[in-house]
Every structure is written in structure tokens, then in C-alpha cells.
């Protein structure tokens, strides 16, 4: 059985880290919005950057974890991609948008959730 929820959550910005994503932050959105359970934000410094975390972190879960994300809007040159999996959805964005669109603030009611790359 696929992993869900908060324990997807970190598999994915595990995954990001080992690709060195940076500024990678979970956000339990329960209660807060019905859009996803959690949110996972994450930022990539180039367009080659993007294009690994985007690939590896859909293929890491997969293979490790038997999760495929339902749908994906976006693509690497767009500088802002989803990966939805339903209770998880993992935005990677460079820099530029990520500050620009501001999600954490945006979604300032949710919790953020402490995670730990090595756990």
C-alpha cells in the first residue's frame, strides 16, 4: 500500500533534499484549506535543478514508496511546477516565483511541520 498523508509529506522533501532543493518547508493544511492535507515547498537555483528534483523526487516515491502523483501542472521551464498527490501536494519553484507568489504567507494559517533530512 502507498504511503499518504504526513509520512509522504516528508518522503518528498526527503527526496528534494538529497537533490539539493533548498528552503524545502511541509505545511499541515488541514483545516486550513480542502485542497490537500499537506504542502510541501521547495526551491530549485537552476532550470537543471528543477528538472532533477521534479524527476526524482516523482520517481523516488514511486519506486521506494509505490505513490505516483495523480497529476503534475507545470513543467520545469515554467519555473513553478505541482506535483499533486492528492493529500500531498509538492510545489517546486525557483527562486524568483517562489518570492514573488509568497505561499508561505499566503497559506499563514497553516502549521508548518518540523521534519529532519535524516530521520
Request: proline share 2%; charged share 30%; aromatic share 6%.
Amino acid at each position: 500500500m502507498a504511503i499518504k498523508g504526513l509520512e509522504l509529506a516528508v518522503a518528498c522533501a526527503k527526496a528534494a533534499d538529497d537533490l539539493k532543493a533548498e528552503e524545502i518547508r511541509i505545511w499541515d493544511m488541514r483545516g486550513v484549506s480542502n485542497l490537500t492535507d499537506f504542502m510541501v515547498i521547495c526551491t530549485g537555483t537552476s532550470m537543471p535543478q528543477l528538472r532533477a528534483i521534479l524527476r526524482d523526487v516523482a520517481g523516488k516515491i514511486e519506486e521506494e514508496h509505490g505513490a505516483k502523483p495523480v497529476h503534475s501542472e507545470g513543467r520545469a521551464d515554467t519555473r513553478w511546477v505541482v506535483l499533486d498527490y492528492i493529500d500531498v501536494m509538492v510545489h517546486v519553484m525557483d527562486t524568483e516565483l517562489r518570492e514573488f507568489y509568497g505561499l508561505e504567507s499566503l497559506w499563514k494559517d497553516a502549521k508548518e511541520v518540523e521534519w529532519s533530512a535524516t530521520a
